[in-house]
């Protein structure tokens, strides 16, 4: 009898485990939502992404590009999913690279795409409402020097899947 119910336990630690790596597999495999590319008013956003959290961090980046037909400057953004969010660029500080607020926003060309991107310009969530976790989105509002503003939804996804 004591040998059925060890037996028992081990058949039943095995299918637990087994279905534990199961959805953890299935997790790491889950595409996450796509960011459909925007146009509207001569503005085009493409490959927008928010960066899952870490642990209890309770900062995130957003990242994409910008293209646009006419010269303008990408001055204030909003979310739901944070108190604060600001424009923010690294820099070259005597060798140390450091990260700052861009003030002034973010220069909008049509020669070249505005590109944000880990390591370089971004948008930065700070104090999220609650963590970020992949496969979710959050809203962006991005707001222009031109009066222009655009309503995104954008998909948070790991930090292992970032587009660079």
Do not use: W
Request: net charge neutral.
């Amino acid at each position: 009898m004591k040998n059925h119910f060890i037996g028992l336990v081990l058949v039943f630690f095995s299918v637990q485990v087994a279905a534990i790596n199961h959805s953890q597999h299935m997790d790491q495999n889950a595409k996450p939502t796509a960011f459909e590319q925007v146009t509207a008013d001569g503005i085009t956003f493409s490959n927008f992404q928010a960066r899952a959290s870490i642990g209890r961090v309770p900062n995130s980046g957003a990242y994409g590009e910008i293209r646009s037909t006419s010269i303008d400057r990408l001055i204030k953004v909003n979310s739901s999913a944070t108190s604060v969010v600001e424009l923010h660029e690294h820099i070259n500080d005597n060798g140390v690279m450091r990260m700052r607020e861009a003030k002034a926003g973010f220069a909008i060309n049509p020669s070249a795409p505005m590109v944000m991107k880990p390591g370089g310009y971004h948008i930065m969530l700070i104090g999220l409402q609650a963590p970020l976790e992949a496969g979710t989105t959050i809203d962006l509002t991005l707001e222009f020097e031109s009066g222009k503003t655009f309503d995104l939804t954008v998909p948070v996804v790991p930090i292992k899947t970032m587009h660079h």
